[in-house]
């Protein structure tokens, strides 16, 4: 075994460096203290001044850390529990996930400029509103017992999360952004042909830019806003995900250096690689809730929790094939046991096997021309005929305009325990697979009619979510939206104004009553067209149901582009 001993606070720091023969602790704190005296965080009041009249005496600590390259680190931080409870928001916004695929889509869309940046000490870039103040301790030198008061959001106030946010939104107000209603983490603002919008996505400190010219924004944050950045340039790698053009031009977006990581955590937990001779996340049918094996012990739970917690956010990152997998080991968390173990290390085995796996941007409009226009006449029903009610406070629409797709399924008794169903679905922006969902659903259905129709107004809801969020994006949403759905009972029912539901889900299914009408009424509206395709070419399957890999290759294949050959199978 080998790595690095971790000091518990500056006194051990240098403990470890008289032991180790080296400095590498001590210049790292130097290295801290330095920037902390560069940005002025704190206002020196002189030794044994007493702490002023409305402020608090709090304490702060280093906290020591080695990066992945060997790079040893410090940071100061405060210990903000000290201080009184803020009645308002404390945090920085994140850009979803979610957010950050639909800017990447529409800068490939209407050709503008990924950039990626990271601006460095963030939080030390604003002021705070807090009144506190320390007595400086050993890490501070010749300070050493001066009394200071703490004038910027240093880490670990409650509000240093929100000061920051404040000051980065005022920059981007000054140039001309506005945030996204819908995403609030996306800023926004016309080009200056006015063909199309910018964007700038938000994580706290990581920033995404989709721009005609992302360098002369750059330029801005560094001289006029004196923010310092680093690893500035075109986008390659953000928030744990890698981006390559393949060899025809297209963006893709993969997972494979984090998988790489999950490797490294894999190895040091278990002592060995995960074993690749799999094809599938799970066994064909499996059901992880009927398994009597024993209950795994502390350390068992530790790892498997840990492991549950990287696949998902792997699934956040793309991996949609690993979905329906990952939400029901989720399941066992709080009791796995040696069988779940199990079934974590083969998804993390299938992880790695096709970790080349990437959702490809894919832009061009899909063609829908023979899809037959709304037959029947909804004008007499009970929904009337209305249109859909566009958001009155959106910004007028630019650049080119996306067609969505959507693949609904649902799976029934996917839990035998419980008897719920599984709901699966995937939404597309033109070619691209923009966000997904698996879920168990919250009633118990006893037939497939149910369930089916409990997933429908599932999808329907997330449509109506996808569409006013494109719309506050700036979007111009190419007529209606296009659901597909291998139940041709509820295809039929959702889509015929005399359909008539039985009665027996009036009286003891209010939950399907009330599903029945949601999708009817948005059918009504011309929002969606749901049409019925074979089960075959529902690409849903995928997150609803444990699948096999001949099964579900061909609808994988063309959500998800692989490159490069797989790993070796190990024994």
Request: charged share 20%.
């Given at each position: 075994m080998y790595g690095f001993e971790i000091p518990k606070d500056y006194k051990d720091a240098l403990r470890l460096g008289k032991l180790h023969g080296n400095t590498k602790w001590q210049d790292a704190t130097k290295v801290k203290m330095d920037q902390l005296a560069d940005y002025k965080v704190f206002i020196d009041l002189g030794r044994g001044t007493p702490i002023p009249k409305g402020y608090q005496k709090i304490r702060v600590h280093l906290v020591y850390a080695c990066?992945?390259?060997?790079?040893?680190?410090?940071?100061?931080?405060?210990?903000?529990?000290?201080?009184?409870v803020p009645l308002d928001s404390v945090y920085s916004g994140v850009v979803s996930i979610r957010g950050?695929?639909?800017?990447?889509?529409?800068?490939?869309?209407?050709?503008?400029?990924?950039?990626?940046?990271?601006?460095?000490?963030a939080y030390l870039e604003a002021y705070t509103k807090?009144?506190?103040?320390?007595?400086?301790?050993?890490?501070?030198?010749?300070?050493?017992?001066?009394?200071?008061?703490?004038?910027?959001?240093l880490y670990g106030?409650?509000?240093?999360?929100?000061?920051?946010?404040q000051r980065f939104s005022a920059c981007l107000e000054e140039e001309g952004f506005f945030p996204c209603k819908a995403e609030p983490d996306i800023w926004m603002r016309p080009t200056t042909d006015g063909s199309s919008y910018e964007y700038v996505g938000v994580y706290v400190d990581d920033l995404a830019m989709a721009m005609k010219d992302p360098q002369a924004f750059v330029d801005k944050l560094i001289k006029v806003y004196k923010f310092k950045l680093k690893g500035t340039g075109p986008l390659e790698f953000h928030l744990g995900c890698d981006f390559y053009r393949d060899k025809h031009g297209v963006l893709c977006m993969h997972p494979k250096k984090?998988?790489?990581?999950?490797?490294?955590?894999?190895?040091?937990?278990?002592?060995?690689?995960?074993?690749?001779?799999?094809?599938?996340?799970?066994?064909?049918?499996?059901?992880?809730?009927?398994?009597?094996?024993?209950?795994?012990?502390?350390?068992?739970?530790?790892?498997?929790?840990?492991?549950?917690?990287?696949?998902?956010?792997?699934?956040?990152?793309?991996?949609?094939?690993?979905?329906?997998?990952?939400?029901?080991?989720?399941?066992?968390?709080?009791?796995?046991?040696?069988?779940?173990?199990?079934?974590?290390?083969?998804?993390c085995g299938y992880l790695v096997k096709f970790k080349e796996a990437c959702i490809r941007f894919r832009t061009?409009?899909?063609?829908?021309?023979?899809?037959?226009?709304?037959?029947?006449?909804?004008?007499?029903?009970?929904?009337?005929?209305?249109?859909?009610?566009?958001?009155?406070?959106?910004?007028?629409?630019?650049?080119?305009?996306?067609?969505?797709?959507?693949?609904?399924?649902?799976?029934?008794?996917?839990?035998?325990?419980?008897?719920?169903?599984?709901?699966?679905?995937?939404?597309?922006?033109?070619?691209?697979?923009?966000?997904?969902?698996?879920?168990?659903?919250?009633?118990?259905?006893?037939?497939?009619?149910?369930?089916?129709?409990?997933?429908?107004?599932?999808c329907v809801e997330?449509?109506?979510?996808?569409?006013?969020?494109?719309?506050?994006?700036?979007?111009?949403?190419?007529?209606?939206?296009?659901?597909?759905?291998?139940?041709?009972?509820?295809v039929n029912s959702s889509s015929r104004p005399e359909?008539?539901?039985?009665?027996?889900?009036?009286?003891?299914?209010?939950?399907?009553?009330?599903?029945?009408?949601?999708?009817?009424?948005?059918?009504?509206?011309?929002?969606?067209?749901?049409?019925?395709?074979?089960?075959?070419?529902?690409?849903?399957?995928?997150?609803?149901?444990?699948?096999?890999?001949q099964q579900i290759w061909p609808l994988l294949r063309t959500l998800m582009f692989w490159s490069g050959d797989t790993a070796d199978q190990e024994e």
């Open positions: 990066k992945h390259d060997g790079r040893h680190k410090a940071r100061l931080v405060a210990d903000g529990h000290l201080t009184d950050l695929k639909m800017m990447i889509f529409l800068a490939e869309l209407n050709g503008l400029e990924l950039w990626a940046t990271d601006i460095g000490n807090e009144k506190v103040a320390i007595i400086a301790g050993p890490e501070f030198g010749p300070l050493q017992g001066h009394t200071l008061i703490v004038s910027r959001a106030l409650r509000l240093s999360g929100k000061m920051w946010h984090y998988i790489d990581r999950m490797v490294d955590s894999y190895q040091r937990m278990f002592g060995q690689r995960p074993k690749t001779n799999v094809w599938s996340p799970l066994e064909k049918g499996d059901h992880p809730e009927c398994d009597t094996s024993e209950l795994l012990d502390s350390e068992g739970v530790t790892q498997y929790q840990s492991l549950v917690g990287q696949f998902q956010w792997a699934v956040s990152l793309g991996r949609l094939d690993v979905t329906t997998a990952v939400m029901t080991l989720s399941s066992f968390r709080s009791a796995p046991r040696v069988g779940h173990l199990n079934r974590a290390k083969r998804v061009g409009l899909p063609d829908y021309s023979d899809v037959p226009e709304p037959a029947f006449d909804w004008a007499d029903s009970v929904y009337g005929c209305p249109t859909e009610e566009i958001p009155r406070d959106a910004p007028p629409p630019l650049g080119l305009a996306v067609i969505l797709t959507h693949y609904v399924d649902a799976n029934l008794y996917h839990c035998l325990l419980t008897g719920r169903s599984v709901t699966g679905i995937i939404h597309m922006m033109n070619g691209t697979p923009i966000d997904f969902f698996s879920k168990k659903q919250s009633t118990v259905e006893t037939a497939t009619y149910g369930s089916e129709f409990v997933a429908a107004r599932t997330q449509i109506m979510d996808l569409r006013q969020t494109l719309r506050y994006l700036g979007v111009p949403v190419k007529g209606r939206s296009y659901m597909f759905g291998d139940n041709e009972s509820v359909a008539k539901l039985h009665k027996r889900h009036v009286l003891h299914k209010r939950h399907v009553a009330l599903s029945f009408h949601r999708v009817r009424e948005e059918v009504a509206f011309n929002m969606l067209s749901f049409i019925h395709i074979d089960s075959v070419l529902n690409p849903a399957d995928i997150l609803s149901k444990h699948w096999g890999h």
